[in-house]
T-cell receptor, first 114, second 114 residues
Framework: AQSVSQHNHHVILSEAASLELGCNYS??????LFWYVQYPGQHLQLLLK??????LVKGIKGFEAEFIKSKFSFNLRKPSVQWSDTAEYFC????????????FGSGTRLSIRP | DTEVTQTPKHLVMGMTNKKSLKCEQH?????MYWYKQKAKKPPELMFV???????INESVPSRFSPECPNSSLLNLHLHALQPEDSALYLC?????????????FGSGTQLSVL
């Protein structure tokens, strides 16, 4: 079955700490991978995506993610978080067919202590 | 204009009411989506329209009826809803259904069914 697992439901960090949010997926075939972010009171927006090429992807606001095919993982990282990074983060996977649907993980709530 | 606009932002309706949710984008996107999101859960796909034709229906109950009158507009008609249908309803769009295209989300309509 196709699925996305985000094992950390709630992560609490202090400002300037380093961040890594885990994402593992189960999908039979080639995939496109995404991280979406939902800031408090705002709509979901794309942080970064991977669909081919360099497995290390850089996104907005200093975030990056690394696709490790052998581990079926696409972890999100940021070397130094800020209070404004407080948000809900969703990992998502989509197959290569235009008929495939995007599947979201359950989300990780990130709280940053000022 | 890179926005997906949803109206209304909030809606309270009784189980016998008929109401409609509206979504609009002027980015020239040809794929539009309805998602349902319960609190602290990931968005769940309901419908996909591609070039104004219904492309995906995720076995959604018939009390939800989507409509795509033109390439910029997407409606969701609601009738005889149940209290468990209370959720945030998100509209999204993308250039097309190509798997690497990112989704642009609206802010959602928070629906309460009494």
């Amino acid at each position: 079955a196709q699925s996305v697992s985000q094992h950390n439901h709630h992560v609490i960090l202090s400002e300037a700490a380093s961040l890594e949010l885990g994402c593992n997926y189960s999908y039979g075939g080639t995939v496109n991978l995404f991280w979406y972010v939902q800031y408090p009171g705002q709509h979901l927006q794309l942080l970064l995506k991977y669909f081919s090429g360099d497995p290390l992807v850089k996104g907005i606001k200093g975030f990056e993610a690394e696709f490790i095919k052998s581990k079926f993982s696409f972890n999100l990282r940021k070397p130094s978080v800020q209070w404004s990074d407080t948000a809900e983060y969703f990992c998502a996977v989509k197959g290569y067919s235009s008929a495939s649907k995007i599947i979201f993980g359950s989300g990780t709530r990130l709280s940053i202590r000022p | 204009d890179t926005e997906v606009t949803q109206t209304p932002k909030h809606l309270v309706m009784g189980m016998t009411n008929k109401k409609s949710l509206k979504c609009e984008q002027h980015m020239g996107h040809r794929a539009m989506y309805w998602y349902k999101q319960k609190a602290k859960k990931p968005p769940e796909l309901m419908f996909v329209y591609s070039y104004e034709k219904l492309s995906i229906n995720e076995s959604v109950p018939s009390r939800f009826s989507p409509e795509c009158p033109n390439s910029s507009l997407l409606n969701l008609h609601l009738h005889a809803l149940q209290p468990e249908d209370s959720a945030l309803y998100l509209c999204a769009s993308s250039q097309d259904q190509n798997p690497y295209e990112k989704l642009f989300f609206g802010s959602g309509t928070q629906l309460s069914v009494l």
